[in-house]
T-cell receptor, first 117, second 113 residues
């Protein structure tokens, strides 16, 4: 079974500073994808960034980067130059790809990020 | 615009009164899924569908039913809702196979009293 662990229920960061949100995962499958989603107070789920298990380089999307450490099974999200609009719940998720079919997206419990002015 | 449309956004109902939450996607995605979100638990999968007439249970299927008669639609049915089904529900879709993320609907906040 797959499992995602986010150990930080809440985080605070000062505006314009960088912040790292932790995520560790557990799977025995060699082929998987890791995702981060943002959920603002309005409730929608917004896709941020994706990392494949065979990708050699860490994924980046604008101010978001994913610090992928495969041996440690961690996939931390780094947000650079935080903005007030980054205040939201952030979810780490994993999708295992095996036997020619994609399985469900398994989510962590989330980290509530608050950006302080 | 490519999207997943859920209705209604908000619903308050009474225990035992059957309800259906609709979900429709316009991206020709094979894979569709329902999740519920509860504080401290993240999102947990209720049911999923790999294609028309192919559905399977997720992690928390008890008390829910689904159907997939058309590729674009994947309704969630609560035959006899109970207060422990009060939650935020998301429908999502994606291409399969591969490492694709989901496109989520806007969510349905259900309250069962």
């Amino acid at each position: 079974a797959q499992k995602i662990t986010q150990t930080q229920p809440g985080m605070f960061v000062q505006e314009k500073e960088a912040v790292t949100l932790d995520c560790t995962y557990d799977t025995s499958d060699p082929s998987y994808g890791l995702f981060w989603y943002k959920q603002p107070s309005s409730g929608e789920m917004i896709f941020l960034i994706y990392q494949g298990s065979y990708d050699q380089q860490n994924a980046t999307e604008g101010r978001y980067s994913l610090n992928f450490q495969k041996a440690r099974k961690s996939a931390n999200l780094v947000i650079s130059a935080s903005q007030l609009g980054d205040s939201a719940m952030y979810f780490c998720a994993m999708r295992v790809i095996s036997s020619g079919s994609a399985r469900q997206l398994t989510f962590g419990s989330g980290t509530q990020l608050t950006v302080l002015p | 615009e490519a999207q997943v449309t859920q209705n209604p956004r908000y619903l308050i109902t009474v225990t035992g009164k059957k309800l259906t939450v609709t979900c429709s996607q316009n991206m020709n995605h094979e894979y569709m899924s329902w999740y519920r979100q509860d504080p401290g638990l993240g999102l947990r999968q209720i049911y999923y569908s790999m294609n028309v007439e192919v559905t399977d249970k997720g992690d928390v299927p008890e008390g829910y039913k689904v159907s997939r008669k058309e590729k674009r639609n994947f309704p969630l049915i609560l035959e006899s809702p109970s207060p422990n089904q009060t939650s935020l529900y998301f429908c999502a879709s994606s291409l399969i196979p591969g490492a694709h993320g989901y496109t989520f609907g806007s969510g349905t906040r259900l309250t069962v009293v």
